[in-house]
């Protein structure tokens, strides 16, 4: 996957991704008041109300990847279960040689449950698959309404694309400029539907797979476009059923992205407050879980 990135993408070499607009240098009152705006009705629009009245949300998913991924096969399938605006959820394995596992993340204590197992234990050195992809795969579903506690919010102008019209909005934390601590997203909104329709993004966290001269390549190219499609209504709430993952910003985006893709996930089924919460709360003990994400020196702050 780390080579892939690295030939994927397209950004200077030594400083790190820069995700701002043109538009977005003007980090002015004015283009804060403009773009939080439109971040707040593209979450309304989104169905935040009702996603607000939810606990937890269930999905049954496939994830194919076509280099490297997380997985014991290159397509895997899996249930998800996720305690909504936090940074607590599972996975339980549906298929494939490990059909059974359960992955699973509190709190960011991570965990594994072998299959036929009674239990979980509690890992001391836990897979990077567990503490990285597993919040990954939760927030990327919930973004359109994690990103409003972000607090640096600013309209990154108007842009066209294959012949549709998106308002643009970059999305971080601390200033605007790109830094070690957090990462940049800039989000193209879909002007007519209100939904966010690509979401390109740096990934400052996978730096803490490498060190040295690599912790530096990888936090200015690692860097990436999420598609979002096949958007449906779920209890109010417009869920994304296909997220597409290429490497390239959308201008250079081959196009369909169903067949030119690094990995993408398609939904079967989407259900909220179908679990119960315990099942997610294994150890009381734990520091409750919440929308905040422990500093790790190397790593970013907010996913």
Not at 229 to 235: G, H, I, K, L, Q
Not at 239 to 263: C, D, G, K, M, R
Not at 291 to 298: R, Y
Request: no cysteine; glycine share 8%.
């Amino acid at each position: 996957m780390v080579l892939a990135l690295l030939a994927g993408a397209a950004f200077t070499l030594w400083g790190y991704a820069d995700l701002r607009t043109p538009a977005a240098e003007d980090a002015s009152a004015e283009s804060a008041r403009q773009g939080r705006e439109i971040l707040e009705r593209s979450a309304e629009r989104h169905g935040l109300g009702a996603w607000q009245s939810y606990t937890t949300l269930e999905t049954v998913a496939t994830d194919t990847w076509k280099v490297g991924g997380w997985w014991p096969t290159p397509e895997q399938q899996f249930r998800t279960q996720a305690l909504l605006g936090t940074f607590t959820s599972r996975v339980e394995l549906l298929g494939g040689p490990s059909a059974g596992e359960i992955r699973g993340i509190q709190s960011w204590a991570a965990y594994r449950q072998e299959p036929g197992a009674q239990r979980a234990t509690f890992l001391e050195d836990p897979a990077y698959e567990i503490i990285f992809y597993l919040p990954t795969l939760q927030y990327f579903t919930e973004l359109p309404f994690r990103l409003l506690a972000a607090d640096t919010v600013l309209d990154a102008g108007p842009a066209s694309h294959r012949g549709r019209r998106y308002d643009r909005v970059l999305v971080t934390w601390g200033t605007p400029e790109p830094h070690a601590e957090h990462d940049q997203y800039l989000l193209w909104i879909d002007t007519e539907t209100g939904l966010v329709e690509m979401v390109q993004y740096t990934v400052r966290d996978l730096a803490a797979l490498n060190s040295g001269t690599m912790r530096v390549l990888m936090k200015s190219l690692a860097v990436g476009t999420i598609h979002f499609d096949d958007y449906r209504p779920v209890d109010g709430v417009m869920i994304p059923f296909e997220q597409t993952v290429t490497l390239s910003e959308p201008a250079l985006t081959q196009y369909p992205v169903a067949e030119n893709f690094h990995h993408r996930l398609v939904l079967d089924q989407a259900r909220f407050d179908a679990v119960p919460v315990e099942l997610l709360v294994l150890d009381p003990g734990l520091e409750a879980p919440s929308d905040s994400k422990p500093a790790v020196p190397g790593s970013s702050s907010e996913t």
